[in-house]
Nanobody, 121 residues
């Protein structure tokens, strides 16, 4: 499965961005999907995940109520709508695919190259 992120950029605090991840190569519907982020000097953390069918979603406490993950299995895409962005949301954001919507990176087999999100204060 190949994953490619898009939609990153620079935004002012309080603003919004929508990230998109397009998958190709295998049965997208068979994978749980997640968005991780990694800031300089910090560990990679999961911000959101979604089950194979899209029925269940999971969020870190730091983004709950501000970010929304969604997927379209027909289009093989998974999106992350980010609102009320804060400077601490600045990071490289990665799309990942795995067997279950786990919280740790080790459970994900396929990764995109990442897209930079910068939130200015």
């Amino acid at each position: 499965l190949e994953l490619a992120e898009s939609g990153g950029g620079v935004v002012q605090a309080g603003g919004s961005l929508r990230l998109s991840c397009t998958a190709s190569g295998r049965a997208f519907y068979a994978y749980a999907m997640a968005w991780f982020r990694q800031a300089p000097g910090k560990e990679r953390e999961r911000v959101a995940a979604i089950s194979r069918g899209g029925d269940n979603t999971y969020y870190s406490d730091s983004v709950k109520g501000r970010f929304t993950i969604s997927r379209d299995n027909a289009k093989t895409t998974v999106d992350l709508q980010m609102t009320s962005l804060k400077p601490e949301d600045t990071a490289i954001y990665y799309c990942a695919a795995g067997g279950i919507p786990a919280s740790t990176p080790q459970h994900y087999t396929f990764w995109g190259r990442g897209t930079q999100v910068t939130v200015s204060s």
